[in-house]
């Protein structure tokens, strides 16, 4: 493990907050001595924590002071309220005092004990707390992210669905040739208008630098009728062409031919 794997592990906080075995707290010590990038990162996480006791700090019931002073008083009744010992010779009373007084100083280490275990469990659950919205900001980033995806499909999606609803539009399919018998096509030609779509989904991925490219029959003599992206999938206008008897699609390379690749031709289709 790196400095860094170290660093990221938890140990350092986990030693704050005094949740780490008598082992880890050693080694940790050990390597703050010898590596000045764990210990800054032990001085930064420390300080972390710190400010974030601090900011959530939660502000004690104003009756508080009172009922522990209460407490104190009514502790100090009781010793009061005990039978009076015999009085014993001088080097007694040394005794007696010794034996009174760590008893109140023990009562004092059981509220500072407490008030330590008090902070040490709220800086742990704030830092759990953190992790948590932390985690939850992660969440809906993705969520955000996914809708926005399933928006720009929905969007593509009614704006094919415009185009294929339109009356004037001509559907002419295009089978593969024999080489690509699984090839499929479907060219969108809008009689009015005579621009072109194509819907080309059922055709192989076009390998790294090359491209499908349209082509349309036009008294005989193949005419570029643009190339192929996916993002122009039926949506986008690849061409007008005002007349042709058929359709077909090449492999070229990327950027397209001026005349089509007869050998990669895919599918062709009659109008």
Same mark, same amino acid.
């Given at each position: ?80 309220? &005990?039978? @009076?010992?015999?009085?014993?010779? /001088?080097? %007694? ?5 010794? =034996?009174?007084? $760590? ?80 090839? &499929?096509? @479907?060219?969108?030609?809008?009689? /009015?208008? %005579? ?5 080309? =989904?059922?055709? $192989? ?67």
């Amino acid at each position: 493990m790196n400095i860094e794997e170290y660093i990221s592990s938890g140990i350092l906080e986990s030693y704050i907050l005094g949740l780490a075995s008598p082992e880890e707290a050693g080694i940790l010590e050990c390597v703050m001595k010898n590596s000045a990038e764990v210990r800054t990162a032990f001085e930064e996480a420390q300080k972390t924590l710190e400010d974030l006791a601090t900011a959530q700090a939660v502000t004690p019931p104003n009756d508080l002071e009172t009922k522990i002073w209460a407490k104190i008083q009514q502790e100090q009744i009781v010793e009061q309220t &005990k039978p @009076i010992i015999p009085e014993e010779p /001088d080097h %007694k009373i040394g005794e007696i005092t010794q =034996e009174i007084y $760590p008893n109140k100083a023990i009562n004092w280490q059981k509220y500072a004990i407490a008030a330590s275990v008090l902070f040490l469990v709220s800086i742990a659950g704030n830092f759990f707390w953190i992790n948590d919205i932390s985690n939850n900001k992660k969440e809906i980033a993705q969520l955000q992210t996914e809708k926005k995806s399933q928006d720009l499909a929905l969007q593509a999606s009614q704006e094919k669905l415009a185009i294929l609803s339109n009356p004037n539009i001509l559907t002419v399919p295009l089978k593969g040739v024999e080489k690509y018998p699984d090839s &499929k096509a @479907i060219v969108y030609w809008d009689k /009015d208008s %005579k621009n072109v779509y194509l819907n080309a =989904e059922n055709l $192989p991925k076009a390998p790294e630098g090359m491209q499908y490219q349209l082509w349309a029959l036009v008294d005989g003599k193949p005419v570029s009728a643009g190339m192929y992206s996916k993002e122009k999938d039926t949506k986008e206008i690849l061409a007008n062409i005002p007349k042709a008897q058929a359709f077909a699609i090449t492999l070229e390379k990327q950027g397209g031919s001026t005349v089509p690749t007869m050998e990669n031709m895919f599918v062709i289709g009659n109008i």
